[in-house]
């Protein structure tokens, strides 16, 4: 009897010690990294290159809070969502300015009041340069969901949870109201967690979710809005007349290196479209051309005349291309 039970005791001794790598792994693991990149398009890296790649001037970009369109009204989704898009529009190199809709109205009033005659835009026009806002983005989630991928092998257990959004957004020209882009993307975001026996690979609410499945959109989406400022030529105008020379509203954020040449040119007449009854912007009439030689800070800068004569305060300067 004795003997039997040295036998059994070993046995199961033995068996302790076989299944002992498996029991050690019974700590849950999980694979997918929010913060750092998400794991099905590398949308992160992309963006990364796309603003390394603008050297535009650092506009000031107004996110308007983004609209919660999805048919559940997921709790706190748009408010992720802008704050989200915030942090990219810094890290692409611009300036976010988070709006609410009302303060958003309030300008566009003022702009219109302006370009209409009823308000004089004294020093301050609220439509163009680095003192206002010079572009908006607007936006609404529209569809969210979360599924659930399950996958057993030997007696490893493991589940993945896939998210996915659903974004649409635009980008719009504080001056002319003109919208730049427009378009709807889609997001998805990857979490994997895995057990050995069972243990480990219970699913739970996770907020890292969402997140990862709007940094995916947003992201996509501030690829598009690098891609369109990139190919927009710099515009600001004169704020003084020098003999021989014409100080510029352009400065350190203006990203231009001295040297640069600019065409200057007179505004003409309102244009207004026929069918909406909405500016399209001035008739431009090019009158010269300057050199930028020196930046005073940032926001000013002297340029040397290098043809044309007769400029004026409110003049439009753009780059050449």
């Not at 690098?226 to 927009?232: G, P």
């Not at 090019?286 to 007769?310: D, F, Y």
């Amino acid at each position: 009897m004795i003997k039997s039970l040295k036998t059994g005791g070993a046995a199961l001794f033995a068996s302790a010690l076989l299944f002992s790598p498996f029991l050690g792994g019974c700590t849950p693991t999980t694979t997918g990294a929010v913060k750092d990149d998400v794991t099905l398009t590398g949308q992160t890296q992309r963006l990364e290159t796309a603003g390394g790649l603008y050297r535009g001037p650092e506009y000031n970009i107004a996110i308007l809070h983004f609209d919660n369109r999805t048919p559940s009204r997921v709790i706190g989704i748009g408010e992720s969502a802008t704050e989200i898009l915030r942090t990219i529009v810094k890290q692409s190199g611009l300036e976010p300015v988070v709006l609410t809709r009302d303060e958003m109205r309030e300008q566009e009033r003022l702009i219109e009041l302006q370009q209409s005659g009823a308000v004089k835009t004294g020093k301050k026009d609220a439509s163009v340069g680095f003192e206002s806002v010079d572009f908006r983005i607007t936006g609404a989630i529209t569809s969210y969901s979360e599924l659930e991928e399950s996958s057993d092998v030997l007696l490893a257990q493991s589940k993945t949870r896939i998210a996915r959004v659903q974004v649409d957004y635009s980008l719009v020209d504080i001056s002319t109201g003109m919208s730049l882009v427009s378009e709807s993307g889609v997001g998805e975001y990857r979490k994997k967690t895995g057990g050995v026996l069972g243990m480990g690979s219970r699913s739970t609410a996770d907020p890292g979710l969402r997140d990862g499945a709007l940094r995916d959109a947003l992201s996509k989406a501030m690829t598009k809005v690098i891609e369109k400022l990139n190919s927009i030529p710099f515009t600001t105008r004169v704020v003084l007349v020098e003999p021989g020379a014409v100080v510029i509203r352009a400065g350190t954020k203006s990203r231009l290196e001295p040297g640069t040449v600019l065409g200057v040119y007179r505004p003409g007449a309102e244009l207004i479209d026929p069918d909406t009854g909405r500016s399209l912007g001035k008739r431009d009439r090019l009158i010269g051309e300057v050199i930028i030689t020196a930046h005073q800070n940032e926001k000013i800068s002297e340029a040397s005349v290098k043809s044309g004569a007769g400029f004026q305060a409110g003049d439009v300067v753009k780059v050449l291309k």
